[in-house]
């Protein structure tokens, strides 16, 4: 059975920094691309960042791009989001997922909050 589970969310303040991790389980991680999405309150979810399943290849959307960094450890079954220069607007559920994400494989995800 697959399983994600997210860690590392809080509360930051705007400008800081916060890394998210999500360990894997359940299949052969290091054969799959992975990606983070997020959902903000009254919003729908929405894709963050992705890694290719040997990690030589990361795309970001532009919202993010130059303050998120995705990053894989295949031996320890483990995606992470490094966040910097966090922002109001990033505050949401941030969740990891297969890339695209298959939908029986949310987690429960783990909450960010970035507020003063």
């Known amino acids: 059975e697959v399983q994600l589970v997210e860690s590392g969310g809080g509360l930051v303040q705007p400008r800081g920094s916060l890394r998210l991790s999500c360990a894997a389980s359940g299949f052969t991680f290091s054969s799959y691309a992975m990606g983070w999405f997020r959902q903000a309150p009254g919003k729908e979810r929405e894709f963050v960042a992705a890694?290719?399943?040997?990690?030589?290849?990361?795309v970001y959307a532009d919202s993010v791009k130059g303050r998120f960094t995705i990053s894989r450890d295949n031996a320890k079954n483990t995606l992470y989001l490094q966040m910097n220069s966090l922002k109001p607007e990033d505050t949401a559920v941030y969740y990891c997922?297969?890339?695209?994400?298959?939908?029986?494989?949310w987690g429960q995800g783990t909450q960010v909050t970035v507020s003063s």
């Open positions: 890694i290719s399943y040997s990690g030589t290849t990361t």
């Open positions: 997922n297969f890339n695209p994400p298959r939908e029986g494989s």
